[in-house]
């Protein structure tokens, strides 16, 4: 297509990413996949602690083999610097002053003590953007308490509201908490770039991965302090509807959302039994829910998930599959969207990869660099753009300062 922008629309912008695990290098990665130069610094000779979490490439567990590591890190540039080393603060604080951005999610007193907060770094330059990434932000009586995606997600509310009333709450899967995290700080970070552009100073971003969950409840907290009362869990209808229930191949999740009548669902699934009258009508499908719900179990389970979704959409209904890991992987809709991008790294292979959600018409979005293997680019950064001789480099090296 003319005028597509092969290279990204944030080209020119330079983002140092200290973070660790997930929540920082997402966000990372967003901005990196929209253009900008993302350095990944990482420990010498350790890395991020995401090249130590499985799942493993072939179940190899290697550091450039970490399935995680190597989703959020493409489109980024790898060092190794010790920051704690005087010769490696000295190289940071080189770097920081030709940096826009500074991407972290240390502990707040953990960033105090390196002297990584932002008090610190603005004081090396002054227009830097940097964004903390944190459970639970950078102020409050929390704010130094470890957590996990589960614990956030739990404190945030958000898990109060997943599931049946009828049972426990239910937790979320795959560190959901952190890239949500991760998507809110490249955002937020943006928009800190933006008002540079006017200001010609940073700021600091303050991400909290709790109250990114939160802000998403934009019915709970507003019922209660409306109503004083607390919004629980969905109801247990016991009809099947809006329910994931068994096909023969898997899950689905039937609706009965729209104008089309009760027969029209009745004859999708095929069984004689579900065209009673009692039926036809939402009170009677409550009234009866128990038989309904066996019934539609009965007649659900002579289909395929595919197939009944096909057929429920050329009926006018509203019918889901739950997708596993295969299904997204071959589905033709992603496929002819071209969601997945083949990435080929050096040492976990060809593989393809999500790609972004949003997409820009203008923008070509490519993946320029699979993630960098432990200090790949020390050479092209430090050399190329620091000026420091190969010499000065196999000093740093034997130093441990990268």
Not at 32 to 43: H, R
Not at 204 to 228: F, G, I, K, R
Not at 283 to 292: D, F, K, N, V, Y
Request: one cysteine or more; aromatic letters at 8%; charged letters at 20%.
């Amino acid at each position: 297509m003319a005028g597509l922008v092969q290279m990204g629309i944030l080209q020119g912008l330079r983002v140092l990413d200290i973070g660790e695990h997930v929540s920082g290098p997402f966000c990372t990665r967003v901005l990196a996949d929209y253009g900008a130069d993302v350095i990944k610094v990482e420990l010498p000779n350790i890395g991020d602690s995401a090249r130590r979490t499985g799942p493993f490439a072939g179940d190899d567990v290697h550091l450039e083999k970490s399935i995680p590591f190597l989703f959020l890190n493409t489109n980024k540039r790898g060092i190794t610097l010790d920051v704690n080393m005087s010769s490696g603060r000295r190289i940071f604080e080189e770097l920081l002053a030709q940096t826009d951005i500074l991407v972290e999610n240390f502990p707040p007193s953990q960033a105090e003590s390196l002297d990584l907060d932002y008090r610190v770094l603005t004081k090396i330059n002054p227009s830097l953007v940097v964004t903390s990434i944190t459970p639970f932000g950078q102020t409050g009586p929390y704010r130094d308490m470890a957590s996990t995606d589960l614990i956030t997600t739990a404190l945030s509310g958000l898990m109060y509201h997943s599931g049946d009333s009828d049972q426990e709450p239910l937790r979320n899967a795959l560190e959901q908490s952190l890239y949500v995290a991760g998507i809110n700080g490249a955002v937020a970070t943006l928009a800190a770039i933006f008002q540079r552009i006017t200001t010609g100073r940073g700021q600091h971003v303050d991400v909290s991965v709790a109250e990114c969950l939160s802000s998403h409840l934009v019915q709970p907290v507003p019922y209660y302090d409306y109503m004083s009362a607390i919004k629980g869990r969905r109801p247990v209808r016991g009809s099947g509807f809006e329910e994931l229930m068994p096909a023969r191949d898997g899950y689905v999740v039937p609706s009965v959302q729209g104008s089309q009548p009760w027969s029209t669902v009745a004859n999708l699934i095929g069984l004689e039994k579900l065209q009673d009258e009692k039926f036809a009508t939402g009170g009677g499908r409550i009234e009866h829910g128990e038989e309904l719900k066996h019934l539609m179990t009965q007649g659900l389970s002579q289909w395929d998930r595919k197939p009944l979704f096909e057929a429920s959409g050329q009926s006018r209904l509203v019918f889901g599959m739950a997708q596993d890991a295969s299904d997204l992987f071959h589905c033709p809709h992603l496929r002819e969207r071209g969601f997945y991008v083949e990435v080929e790294h050096p040492v976990a292979g060809t593989a393809d990869y999500p790609g972004l959600g949003p997409r820009l018409s203008n923008m070509d979005y490519v993946v320029s660099r699979p993630a960098p293997i432990l200090g790949q680019h020390n050479h092209e950064v430090f050399c190329g753009e620091l000026k420091y001789s190969k010499e000065d480099l196999a000093v740093l090296r034997q130093l441990g300062a990268i």
